[in-house]
């Protein structure tokens, strides 16, 4: 999770948060579908949701099924919206809010939905690692 943390959350809160900041719309989804490889030990792994936008996933990596078709369904309708008209609200998976200050997040898995500050406990430690820099990337 550390290391999760450190290479990919971070990095790309970051990044978010300087657009949001620059006053952009800023848009943010976090990944939890489980890949049911070695038994679901890889979890929700880097690059796992790219299968779903382009609707090329499979039972070994990805997992299939009515919830993945669904899941892949929902996240390209996403894509879509948001390379039409800047904003990935979309029937499938109704309102999406900019970032904003609540950190709203659209959280993609066999239940999506919206939250506001996924992880925020672990979001304010990693906040004070940087502030005393300690953390080096």
């Given at each position: 999770?550390?290391?999760?943390?450190?290479?990919?959350?971070?990095?790309?809160?970051?990044?978010?948060?300087?657009?949001?900041?620059?006053?952009?719309?800023?848009?943010?989804?976090?990944?939890?579908?489980?890949?049911?490889?070695?038994?679901?030990?890889?979890?929700?792994?880097?690059?796992?949701?790219?299968?779903?936008?382009?609707g090329n996933y499979d039972?070994?990596?990805?997992?299939?099924?009515?919830e993945a078709d669904k899941l892949?369904?929902?996240?390209?309708?996403?894509?879509?919206?948001?390379?039409?008209?800047?904003?990935?609200?979309?029937?499938?998976?109704?309102?999406?809010?900019?970032?904003?200050?609540?950190?709203?997040?659209?959280?993609?898995?066999?239940?999506?939905?919206?939250?506001?500050?996924?992880?925020?406990?672990?979001?304010?430690?990693?906040?004070?690692?940087?502030?005393?820099?300690?953390?080096?990337?």
């Open positions: 999770a550390i290391n999760t943390d450190v290479m990919f959350r971070v990095p790309a809160l970051e990044l978010v948060e300087a657009q949001r900041d620059n006053n952009t719309p800023v848009y943010s989804y976090m990944f939890t579908w489980t890949s049911p490889v070695f038994g679901g030990a890889l979890k929700a792994c880097h690059a796992l949701d790219i299968g779903f936008v382009f039972d070994m990596f990805c997992g299939t099924g009515p892949s369904q929902c996240m390209q309708d996403a894509w879509i919206a948001f390379a039409h008209t800047g904003n990935p609200s979309n029937k499938c998976t109704g309102e999406w809010p900019e970032y904003g200050s609540k950190r709203m997040t659209m959280v993609f898995g066999k239940e999506s939905h919206v939250e506001a500050a996924p992880y925020e406990t672990e979001r304010a430690v990693w906040e004070t690692v940087k502030r005393h820099d300690t953390l080096v990337i």
